[in-house]
């Protein structure tokens, strides 16, 4: 091959350099294997398909950029770390899955891009790297870095967005970078204790990671643009809110997280507020429900049933008003009415119960700490018997003695307990008639007993949303088949006993999901994708017609 455009150097017989930058990868390659050095202007290779760079391509010096950019490189020779490059250093967007332990030799007097390879490590040499502009790392699948790699010189951006990194080796603290340092998207989950020595110039960019708390040092931190910490699930204690309260730079968390600090910094004043305050109880508080839910109260207290009126209520913890209007609008609004279809029969019937406070442990009372910013409602933990009821008033708050509610609260069977409705709140048996007998914590085991008291040993199991009792007739196949296309629209999910009176046992079907559902017990065993009551009652009407014996 004839080789042309060469300039001999008057230094040295064995250095030439190239006047023309515009050389295909052959000339280049012959005058490698020539020459111990070769000074090109400036190199331009991007998208040229080339799989491979001749052995000692670290031979050459690049007074300007040497582009290599959208290539299919997968490794670099032993050699590339002896490359001088004056300008930027582009490797962007080829298939690298690892660098030459020389690579730390480079030097490069701009931006170093490695962005969009499929580099899993670094070699330990990566560390003396000098890089004057920006070094670009992301899109990688690096899930560590080098212990050198603190002692790397980044006078421009440093880009690690966007790899699988889950943390950072203890030299990272030792960084100064020029420009911006972006760690985001990555899985990082701790920060190493050496984190707050960094020294960043613009923004450093933590976002998107695993992290939940900052080591003691990061408030040592210098940031000249902006602090960037949201989408992490943080521990909001004490050290983190102090952090971010003090922090003097500016501090970007994301909405949600500056709403979760808001919380925590009221939370901490309301329980500060209780330790120094002692709770003031008026001697008489309210608190609002529905009639058909008078008997249970009666016989197991307030505060001693597993329903939630509201997502954020706790168990265990009744809530009480200091006058009725308060006590009335939470039972007319409460959540879980938005999921009943008898909506009515609750709302129109909404009671207030007027409490005397001296029959209470006054200790077992703490304000109500889903309503920081007021003063007008409170938490009672435990259980309240109906012997604290002095009153029941009605909704237009016409006082009425407890001889006026008998109805609700003495009655042993109503309309709550046969019913042809049904709710997601609501299980119980199916009769021979088609109806329900309903069996929940409001309803259920004392009128069980009185008025059916063949069913009074058979305990529901834990979840059940309906019962079948012996072989069913086709009244209970065709409520049951109603009821469990109710629980699947509504809820995705249906469990259904069968009491098999002959054999003496329980047969069990579980219905996870519409689309996901499963059945399997030790007599029939059969799974169904896209579950319906029609399925499941053909099932039940095959075993009995032909597994039972």
Known sequence: MKIRILKKSNDNLNVYTVTNSNISYEELEELLNTYDKVIIPRLNWSDRGIHSLPENFGNLEVEGSLYLRYNQLT?????????????????????????????????????????????????????????????TLYFNQLASLPESFGNLKVGGDLGLRNNKLTSLPESFGNLKIGGYLSLRNNKLTSLPESFGNLEVREDLYLGDNELTSLPESFANIKVGGKLRLPNNPWTID????????????????????????????????????????????PKYLYHATYKPFLKSI???????????????SVSGVVYLATNEDVAYSYAEIAEWLDDIEDYEKYVDNIVILKIDTDKLDKTRFKKDSN??????????????????????????????????????????????????????????????????????????????????????????????????????????YKRLEEIIDYYLDHEGYCKVEVWDKPLGKYSFYEVYSLYEGACKDTTWDEKIGNWTGYKLVQIIKNYFAFGAK
């Open 298 to 312: 009666k016989e197991k207290g307030l505060g001693n049933t597993r329903k939630k009126m509201w997502s954020d």
């Open 75 to 135: 490794s670099l020779p032993e050699s590339f770390g002896n490359l001088k490059v004056g300008g930027d250093l582009d490797l962007y967007r080829n298939k690298l899955t690892s660098l030459p332990e020389s690579f730390g030799n480079l030097k490069v007097g701009r931006d170093l891009g490695l962005g969009e390879n499929k580099l899993t490590s670094l070699p330990e040499s990566f560390g003396n790297l000098e890089v004057e502009g920006d070094l």
């Open 238 to 281: 004490t050290n983190f809110v102090n952090f971010c309260e003090k922090y003097k730079g500016e501090l970007v968390l994301g909405d949600k997280l500056e709403e979760e600090i808001k919380r925590f910094i009221k939370l901490k004043e309301w329980e500060e507020s209780i330790v120094d305050e002692k709770l003031s109880i």
């Open 371 to 476: 309503v920081i910013d007021g003063d007008d409602t409170f938490e009672y933990h435990g259980v309240i018997s109906f012997e604290s009821v002095e009153e029941v008033l009605d909704k237009h708050h016409v006082g009425g003695s407890l001889s006026d509610y008998k109805e609700y609260i003495d009655s042993s069977m109503n309309d709550a307990v046969k019913t042809n409705s049904f709710t997601p709140y609501t299980a119980g048996y199916i009769l021979e008639d088609g109806s329900l007998l309903v069996m929940d914590e409001y309803h259920g085991e004392a009128e069980i007993r009185e008025f059916y008291p063949e069913y009074s040993n058979t305990h529901p199991e834990e979840d059940t949303c309906v019962r079948l009792y012996g072989r069913p007739n086709e009244a209970q």
